[in-house]
């Protein structure tokens, strides 16, 4: 979907140049096929020249505009109802005689997903059942996503992707990306989990979707966060200034010159020895995605503020023992900072507990650190507002991509049509330890989530747990 850009030029003397007409610009969101968050104050920005009044039209509405001191500019549409009617938007100045025509807008319902490669996983890879990772009980469900990528279409539903881009020190404003149509020709690209995540709201709700992927593998929930949401505690703050002390250092010494003389010295090293491997090129330590803040400066913060009603998130799986007892802290850190950053309140936030991964132990461990960042997961609920899909049981002993993204996404949106869209549904999670109370050789355990009761289940590759019997 590319936008439509007209410019009109007004009277002749007075015209101004060809050039003038970029000082408008709008954020990278406001394309073709964009899809308003309904019932809020929808948000509409961009930059420009000081002085350029900026217009806004949209479904009977005019909103005006001008830059504040540092060129940007903001307007807020009024709330609206969803409508899956194709309407266009129009963003002008009659200054320079901008006019940009954004086409095929609807209102709807629109979330914000983010997180590492779990959530990133396109149907395309979820679709490949790789022989020498995938076990035969799984392929079942790389045949399900191969089918529904290949023939699923939807107009109502929506997926804008936010393009890879790091910033270490500075949070950025401008982004790219374009917003596409479910279709068997977009839905390779698709994020699994938020794809089946937004197709189990279509369902319910009957209104547009717009789902805003936000994702980068192999990352940690620390470069996903805002500088000020380290200072929440002293050993936080602590951690960031040493972090951030060691990347300046790094930065200061990277010399670009020297690496790749470097790079050239170790590939004629090899060459001359006849090994074929090339040697690794040295990169530049500021445009590491691992670094504090720099994926919340880079792909984040320009998705703020536009409306949302909530966000879902998938990640964890990079922390290892180092870090894994401080992921609690950083990851409601994360989730208040983002919160305060939106500015609407505590919105829902729902996330994925991490699947289970390789075989199961069967001797007592002293530390594990899957375990306890899933333990730390679970007890980010007590943030309000959150809720929490537990996966273990739809894991792969050999992969840490599991496929079933069918079972993730459909639980995440229990979360969300339970509580945020009042639907009739029973319980949206599996138990969830209460309390407990001990009386002489016994322990009494209370559950949130229990339903009808707890059993002792089995759940398939692909359907709903069922009774076994089984201790």
């Known amino acids: 979907m590319k936008t439509k850009l007209i410019a009109i030029i007004l009277g002749m003397a007075g015209a101004l140049p060809i050039a003038g007409m970029a000082d408008v610009k709008p954020s990278g969101l406001f394309t073709d096929g964009m899809v308003i968050q309904r019932e809020t104050k929808a948000p509409v920005w961009g930059t420009a020249d000081v002085g350029e009044k900026v217009t806004v039209e949209f479904a009977g509405q005019t909103k005006t505009a001008m830059p504040d001191e540092t060129g940007k500019w903001v307007v807020k549409l009024d709330p609206m109802p969803a409508s899956s009617e194709s309407r266009a938007m129009i963003i002008s100045s009659q200054v320079s005689g901008f006019k940009l025509q954004v086409s095929d807008v609807l209102v709807g319902e629109v979330w914000f997903c983010s997180g590492q490669s779990n959530m990133k996983y396109q149907l395309r890879k979820l679709a490949n059942a790789r022989p020498k990772v995938t076990e035969e009980k799984y392929e079942p469900v790389a045949a399900y996503i191969k089918k529904e990528m290949d023939t699923a279409r939807d107009e109502m539903l929506r997926l804008f992707d936010v393009a890879e881009k790091t910033s270490a020190f500075e949070p950025l404003e401008t982004l790219s990306g374009q ?29 547009p979707i717009g789902l805003i992927t936000c994702t980068w593998g192999g990352t940690r929930v620390e470069s996903w966060m805002p500088a000020e949401a380290f200072q929440q505690d002293k050993e936080m703050a602590a951690y960031y200034e040493r972090q951030r002390s060691g990347l300046k250092k790094l930065v200061k010494k990277w010399d670009p010159k020297q690496a790749e003389a470097n790079y050239q010295a170790a590939l004629a090293k090899q060459t001359a020895k006849g090994k074929g491997r090339k040697p690794k090129r040295e990169k530049d330590p500021e445009g590491n995605h691992k670094n504090l803040t720099t994926l919340f400066n880079g792909m984040v913060n320009p998705v703020i503020p536009y409306a949302i009603r909530g966000a879902i998130w998938y990640q964890g799986e990079s922390h290892g023992a180092s870090i894994a007892h401080r992921y609690g802290a950083h990851f409601s850190a994360m989730i208040s900072a983002w919160r305060k950053q939106w500015d609407q309140g505590d919105f829902p936030f729902y996330f994925a507990q991490l699947a289970n991964h390789k075989d199961p132990v069967t001797e007592p461990v002293e530390f594990n650190s899957w375990a306890l960042v899933c333990d730390q997961q679970r007890r980010t609920l007590g943030l309000k507002n959150t809720g929490m899909a537990v996966l273990n049981d739809v894991g792969e002993a050999n992969d840490i991509h599991p496929h079933n993204k069918v079972d993730v996404g459909k639980r995440l949106a229990l979360w969300a049509l339970k509580n945020d869209y009042k639907q009739n549904i029973p319980v949206c999670s599996g138990p969830l330890y209460k309390s407990h109370e001990i009386k002489g050789d016994q322990v009494i355990i209370l559950f949130d989530s229990a339903g009808s009761g707890l059993m002792s289940g089995l759940k398939p590759v692909m359907g709903t747990a069922r009774k076994t019997g089984e201790p």
């Open 179 to 207: 917003w596409e149509a479910c279709s068997p020709e977009a839905n390779p690209e698709f994020s699994g989990t938020a794809y089946f995540f937004g197709r189990e709201l279509r369902k319910a709700l009957n209104v």
